[in-house]
């Protein structure tokens, strides 16, 4: 039998143990690192622009719409994926893609280890695309870099796989705070999109790796906020919050139809009779006809957004915008190349509430547009809780909390009600696997095992036969399902334990008649009735062993049950029941008397599941 300690853990609010320490010690080394990775990442964009459409050496950040290529602007985005087509092709696929599925099927698939080349070639390739025009963020590149970057260092070290992840999260949510200057944003996003757990294990490195980026961007990029807006009364009418949950419901619809569109276009490219490698530039094209068309929906687009949130772009470019920017973006998003979804997203969220604004009270200037772009985070990434501290932080704008609350919030009901996943995990289903981002207790967490463990089972004296213990056995019927029984002394002390494959076996194969003290295992894994049934699931999935007594905890071990892996469904039964079981506990009193008497016996005979 394995020798597997028994004694329960002491029970408290945390399991945290003393290996957060040097976890806590590598995420900041990882944070400070991150920070600097999204310096470099940002001045290779601004490397690629200039090239590009300027034709000269410079780290400068500028505009593609400033370039005089004219119709020649066309082919630059055509160039670039390219370019990304054949490192794509000849370097690692994963640099496709907007770079947070890509984090998320390294933490789910390849248990948390990111290949050395993906941290080279991802920003390298981010940089190119959206150097040459691609309507991309940089934040999504970034927080797959960040995360790679933290996986390889966490691949030097002696950790487990759930530790390497908390690692690989460290440095995305790093990536993604020195990048927007959003560090409760980024560990928000991390709980609510990538860690997959809520734990001090996991909180406290990441946030602290989160808040070491921060520091440090405001000596490498400022300290922010990213799009400063007028500052907006805290007080808000009832009818405007209202217009709040409207502009939820217009937002979640968008992205609804941002998510169906992108995938769509992935769809349609893998109909293309030709490798995917030149996916990309057929995408590029659209980007480069697109920009002809409105060129300031090529590129990041940060200059775009605070135009929005301040209330200074017409209608009809804010129209225009929104057409040319989705097209385009849903179509070289969908042809493989790379780039983040985040800032096209704010974009087109925050554009969305200036189209809607003339017809909304007036709360002050761009004060719909900064609605909408809080909503879209909730309604198109699944996060709302990031969603409302993003907005907050991208602007510093705490008068808007309530109406960015409300809206954020209805966007986000509208969409899990609508679409079964995000666009940021359909591209993970669409690879074979399935993301679960719903947080609850475990049942097997706050059940105990004296609460369903059996108390009437067959136990044997250890100077019994084998012979005899195999007849007693066949005989009693409340051992029919028992298979393993506990040998006991006097007063029911714990000796071992046999099976009934071990008696069938021993009266096959000897002669004589051992005692079970003789044959037993000595040395039995065994459970306490004051242990939460998770402990118990976790020796049975290390051992293997599936039947267990349950003994007295002071010494003495005396039996008093035994439990099995069919009691541990118990706790699941009961769990089911209470999602399932609808009753009336309170009689409304307006009710006939007889319809208040027919509801509350339904109640109390109604099934679960019914």
Request: hydrophobic content about 50%.
């Amino acid at each position: 039998m394995p020798d597997t300690d028994a004694s329960p853990s002491p029970l408290g609010d945390f399991t945290a143990t003393s290996r957060i320490l040097p976890l806590a010690v590598l995420a900041i080394a990882i944070g400070a690192l991150s920070a600097y990775v999204a310096l470099a990442l940002l001045k290779l964009i601004g490397l690629f622009t200039n090239l590009f459409y300027f034709h000269r050496l410079s780290t400068d950040l500028l505009r593609p719409a400033d370039s005089a290529l004219g119709l020649w602007s066309v082919a630059v985005p055509v160039v670039g994926a390219l370019i990304i087509g054949v490192m794509a092709r000849f370097g690692s696929d994963r640099i496709r893609g907007h770079g947070i599925p890509e984090a998320l099927e390294a933490i789910l698939i390849r248990g948390s280890k990111v290949e050395p080349k993906v941290a080279i070639l991802k920003p390298l390739s981010a940089a190119i695309s959206i150097g040459s025009g691609g309507p991309f963020g940089s934040e999504g590149p970034i927080i797959m870099t960040g995360g790679a970057v933290g996986s390889i260092i966490a691949q030097f070290f002696r950790l487990t796989a759930a530790e390497r992840k908390t690692l690989l999260v460290a440095g995305a949510a790093a990536g993604m705070s020195a990048t927007f200057a959003s560090p409760l944003a980024a560990v928000m996003l991390a709980v609510e999109l990538l860690l997959f757990e809520w734990k001090p294990r996991s909180f406290v490195p990441v946030a602290l790796a989160s808040a070491t980026a921060m520091f440090l961007r405001r000596y490498l990029l400022g300290s922010g906020p990213l799009f400063p807006v007028p500052a907006h009364p805290t007080s808000i009418s009832p009818g405007a919050l209202a217009c709040c949950v409207l502009v939820g419901v217009c937002v979640g619809g968008l992205s609804t139809l941002l998510t169906y569109s992108v995938y769509a276009a992935e769809d349609l490219f893998k109909k293309l009779p030709i490798h995917w490698m030149w996916w990309p530039a057929i995408g590029g094209l659209a980007i480069g006809l697109g920009g002809l068309v409105f060129p300031r929906a090529l590129g990041v687009g940060y200059d775009v957004i605070e135009s929005l949130l301040n209330g200074q772009m017409p209608m009809r470019e804010i129209l225009l915008l929104v057409v040319v920017k989705w097209t385009i973006w849903a179509l070289a998003l969908g042809s493989g190349t790379s780039g983040g979804v985040l800032a096209p997203l704010l974009m087109l969220g925050a554009a969305m509430g200036g189209l809607l604004s003339p017809y909304l009270p007036q709360q002050g200037v761009g004060f719909w547009p900064l609605i909408g772009l809080g909503a879209i985070l909730g309604g198109t990434m699944r996060s709302p809780l990031t969603g409302v501290l993003f907005t907050l932080e991208l602007t510093h704008d705490l008068g808007a909390l309530l109406p960015v609350l409300v809206a954020v919030t209805t966007a986000h009901a509208f969409t899990v009600l609508v679409l079964r996943r995000s666009i940021l995990t359909e591209k993970v289903e669409r690879r074979g696997f399935h993301v679960t981002r719903e947080y609850s207790i475990d049942p097997l967490e706050v059940l105990f095992v004296k609460e369903v463990m059996q108390t009437d089972i067959l136990r044997f004296p250890g100077t019994l036969g084998a012979d005899d213990s195999l007849r007693l056995a066949d005989s009693d019927e409340k051992s029919h399902n028992q298979w393993s029984y506990p040998v006991v002394g006097p007063d029911d002390v714990l000796l071992g334990i046999v099976t009934l494959n071990m008696l069938r076996f021993r009266n096959r194969q000897s002669a004589d008649a051992p005692t079970l003290v003789r044959i037993m295992h000595k040395d039995p894994l065994f459970a306490l009735p004051e242990e939460p049934l998770r402990h118990v699931v976790y020796r049975m999935a290390q051992s293997g062993i599936t039947r267990m007594p349950v003994v007295t905890p002071e010494l003495p071990r005396k039996v008093i049950g035994m439990i099995t892996l069919a009691d541990l469904l118990k706790a699941r039964a009961l769990h089911l029941e209470d999602e399932q079981r609808r009753e009336q506990i309170l009689p409304l009193p307006f009710l006939p008397a007889d319809v208040r008497t027919t509801r509350r016996y339904r109640a109390d005979r109604e099934p679960a599941g019914a």
